[in-house]
């Protein structure tokens, strides 16, 4: 493998740096309270969820499988661009049916798909993202790169506490990664060869995208990312933030 020469990296956000699937499920169970309370129960501040967990990952799976398979045909050209708000629009509409959320008598509110199509904006960090994204930041120049819209990433930072130099949206592109369009976003603003740009993500589709266009790539292991099979050849594999710094020779 050659040496590597990184003057930048560059960060896939969701599931890579926010844990998307527990604020997804947030979202989810604020959807679906639970039937009424019985007249000795206590009140309770936070919602009280109907569903059980299986219901929840039911539920999850649900948009996570609109929103794979519509941003797929956008990129293979099967449907005209749209920005990942409308599909989560789309997504939220999905589960709030097969929850029965559109039901007055379940007891949803009138906003209540909008409410969890917001919640893809509330996403928490992963407990090393904040102080390893500080720690690369005093080396390298840091960009995230995310299918998430302008609008979407900006809520989405700066409720996770992200900080970068540079935030790019595959709205810009008009598609969606794993197009290459997408990863020149990163290549035009950094105005670096591709080969001295290191892509960072926790699904290994995401980071073959980016080898395809002569990125370098580091894979990080996450609970919900996609793993590397055996014949996916990245440049680095780390177990967090902390051990990609240390690799990168960051102190």
Known sequence: MAELTIEAVV????????????????GIRVLTPSASPSPSASPSPSPSPSLDDSGTERLLLLWQQHIEREQGRIVDGDRPYLPSDALNREAAEIVARAAGAEDPAAGATPDAVASLARAARR?????????????????FPLI????ASRTALLELN????????????????????????????????????????????????????AQALGLRTAYVAR?????????????????????????????
């Open 158 to 209: 700066a409720h996770a506490g992200l900080r970068w130099h540079q935030a790019l949206s595959a709205e810009d592109a008009r598609t969606y990664k794993p197009d290459p369009e997408v990863y020149r976003l990163a290549v035009t603003v950094a105005g670096l060869p591709p080969e001295r740009l290191l892509m960072v993500a926790a699904h290994a589709w995401d980071l073959r995208g």
């Open 144 to 147: 995230g790169l995310s299918n």
């Open 123 to 139: 996403l928490p960090p992963w407990p090393d993202t904040v102080a390893g994204l500080a720690r690369l930041a005093e080396r």
């Open 11 to 26: 960060f896939d956000v969701l599931g890579t740096l926010v844990d998307e699937p527990a604020g997804l499920r947030a």
């Open 223 to 251: 609970p919900v990312g996609d793993p590397p099979t055996s014949s996916d050849r990245f440049d680095l594999y780390a177990e967090d933030l902390a051990d990609l710094a240390d690799q990168l020779g960051v102190s």
